[in-house]
């Protein structure tokens, strides 16, 4: 399975949450923006903040999202990719969502069975939206 992961999969996976994407174990091929280093990284650090996480902790979940990503294809966020995140969608999507979509729109002319794991419900709905399959959220 060829998938588009965004950074919800990778925090659900490498914390253990309920909902975790059930395809997980069946992908051949992980790609995704530059954006999901950042984006994980930054979730973890506010949760130091905001819930005191001993450093132990953070640094042992930090450790396992840089080795999640470490078989990952990352798509670079350059001009082209932010020039089509900054163009309408079909549906509401928040600036970083843009930028995942954009990405995964990218690869999908690369890659035809390329399909997008999500758990947010914005995001899978845009990607439906534009003939992408969708796993990790059921959109209605």
Avoid: K
Wanted: with cysteine.
């Amino acid at each position: 399975m060829n998938l588009y992961v965004d950074s919800s999969v990778v925090l659900r996976i490498v914390l253990g949450e309920d909902g975790s994407l059930a395809q997980w174990s069946r992908i051949r091929r992980a790609c995704s923006s530059e954006l999901v280093r950042l984006e994980c990284l930054r979730t973890i650090d506010r949760a130091r903040l905001r819930r005191a996480i001993p450093d132990s902790e953070i640094a042992t979940r930090r450790a396992a999202v840089l080795e999640v990503l470490t078989g990952f294809e990352f798509i670079p966020i350059d001009e082209e990719i932010l020039r089509r995140a900054s163009d309408a969608f079909p549906t509401s999507l928040g600036s970083l969502d843009a930028i995942h979509l954009a990405s995964a729109l990218r690869v999908q002319g690369e890659v035809p069975d390329l399909a997008l794991a999500t758990h947010d419900v914005e995001l899978a709905t845009a990607a439906r939206a534009l003939g992408l399959r969708v796993f990790g959220v059921t959109v209605r």
